[in-house]
């Protein structure tokens, strides 16, 4: 991004967000669930068994939502990465990284059921409810692997290219893929196992974090220290959101029709709120830093943020996460 223009969009943004502030949404961290030391990546709000899943390298941790009990180990696996409720909630597929597969197990049990070969690396991923396929990002083989979760095969491939993050689906057949490594997003037609378009976004650094807005036919794709909006129509970028740097998530509550994008090297919710097709960040919440990835409850509106309190090695320089300190940081109204 050129200098010029960040710092445009930085003042355009800081004084939106300022006059809404007042009149904000009211988000604030509610609640903190302990959990047990270690890395993790996606997470993701299982309705029917009342609990977060949250992927922590070599096992699925659960956490129940009413009592708050944890279930440390529900699934083993190699570098899993995303923990999806499959199946009308009966399952669980979850990707593992380190042996290239996508595991199926009991949600309550967590016991493996069956499993899929996928591309290399395969990382986040999204049912979509048009065709009833799981799509499977395999982020360093740029392909985008479809699973039938009901007969537990594959149903396809598809080629994209280039290092491939989240996954976010319009329900009509398309599915939407932000690739990293080359700022853009690849444009899925589902049944013709193909890329339809490349949308550049020019001005994004990642992106990572991806969602979908079905009432304003929007994108909503999280870049590092910005949220770029896309029109699904054609794939222009209407709007740059300047916010926290660190994204690596994005989620869109359909029922109360506002988006959310962590920033986890400042520790930072953005909430973003849309109206006839213009998005504004209303609300900037604090969090944690390292709160990069979130879950969201459609029934109640609240968001899960995994975190852990971080120290700088002297050392190498690198920030490292403290014994235990990780946690669930639960934020809502």
């Known amino acids: 991004m050129r200098p010029w223009i960040a710092g445009l969009l930085a003042t355009l943004a800081c004084g939106a967000a300022g006059a809404a502030l007042a009149a904000g949404p009211g988000y604030h961290v509610i609640d903190r669930i302990a959990g047990p030391d270690g890395g993790w990546d996606y997470a993701r709000v299982d309705a029917k068994t009342d609990r977060v ?3 922590r390298g070599a096992s699925v941790m659960a956490v129940d939502l009413t009592s708050k009990q944890v279930t440390a180990g529900l699934v083993p696996g190699a570098r899993e990465h ?26 309550m049990t967590g016991v493996a059921s069956g499993s899929v070969p996928t591309g290399k690396g395969p990382d986040s991923a999204a049912f979509d409810p048009h065709s009833g396929l799981v ?14 979760p009901k007969t537990r095969k594959v149903a396809g491939t598809v080629a994209v290219g280039g290092t491939l993050e989240e996954v976010a689906v319009d329900g009509s057949g398309r ?4 690739v990293e490594d080359r700022h853009e997003i690849a444009v899925i037609d589902i049944a013709a196992r193909k890329v339809t378009a490349y949308w550049p976004i ?15 036919k929007l994108l909503i794709a ?10 699904t129509s054609d794939g222009k970028v209407t709007q740059m959101l300047a916010m926290g740097k660190g994204a690596d998530g994005a989620v869109y509550d359909p029922v109360r029709k506002l988006a959310f994008v962590p920033a986890g090297r400042d520790g930072t919710l953005a909430v973003i ?15 944690q830093k390292g709160a990069r990835t979130l879950a969201l409850d459609e029934r109640t509106g609240r968001i899960y943020l995994p975190s852990a309190t971080y120290v700088v090695q002297t050392t190498s320089g690198r920030p490292l996460p403290v014994a235990g300190t990780f946690q669930v940081i639960v934020v809502g109204k």
């Open 53 to 55: 899943l949250i992927t």
């Open 82 to 107: 995303i923990a999806l409720p499959v199946n009308g909630g009966a399952e669980i597929l979850v990707t593992n990284g380190g042996d290239n597969t996508a595991v199926f197990a009991d949600a």
């Open 135 to 148: 799509l499977v990002m395999d982020h360093s083989g740029g392909e985008v692997t479809l699973v039938d």
């Open 175 to 178: 599915a939407f893929v932000a």
């Open 202 to 216: 020019a001005d994004c650094d990642g992106p990572g974090g991806l969602a979908y807005n079905g009432h304003e």
């Open 222 to 231: 999280a870049c590092d220290g910005a949220a770029a909006i896309l029109r």
């Open 273 to 287: 709120a849309f109206a006839k097709g213009k998005a504004e960040i209303v609300e900037t919440v604090p969090t």
